[in-house]
């Protein structure tokens, strides 16, 4: 069994920050990478950003470029994303994932990933 927990949601005005947090637990798994991807209400999921586990190549969608930066320690098993000049549309329920493989096609894809976390809500007023 592999857990996911986020943490750090909450709720921000905008230009604020957030630092989310996310540790994994349980067995040990092959992890291509981790990722942060975000639903608001009455949208489908997205992909925010992602973290090769090895190398610590990052991704980022186009519209968190140069706010948003992910990393990640290898050591204590978490991925973070420390979130800047935040926007009332970046409010949504940010989800940590990752996947059960050595590789994956796409970093940026929701179907490559295998485990979820429960989500953190993060909300930003104007």
């Known amino acids: 069994q592999v857990h996911l927990v986020e943490s750090g949601g909450g709720l921000v005005q905008a230009g604020g920050s957030l630092n989310l947090s996310c540790v994994s637990s349980?067995?040990?798994?092959?992890?291509?990478?981790m990722g942060w991807f975000r639903q608001a209400p009455g949208q489908e999921r997205e992909f925010v950003a992602g973290?090769?586990?090895?190398?610590?190549?990052?991704y980022y969608a186009e519209s968190v470029k140069g706010r948003f930066t992910i990393s990640r320690d290898k050591f204590k098993n978490t991925v973070s994303l420390q979130m800047t000049n935040l926007k009332p549309e970046d409010t949504a329920v940010y989800y940590c994932?990752?996947?059960?493989?050595?590789?994956?096609?796409?970093?940026?894809?929701?179907?490559?990933?295998?485990?979820w976390g429960q989500g953190t809500q993060v909300t930003v007023s104007s």
């Open positions: 973290i090769t586990w090895f190398a610590g190549m990052d």
């Open positions: 349980g067995r040990n798994f092959s992890r291509y990478c």
């Open positions: 994932a990752a996947p059960d493989r050595d590789e994956v096609v796409a970093v940026t894809a929701e179907v490559e990933y295998d485990y």
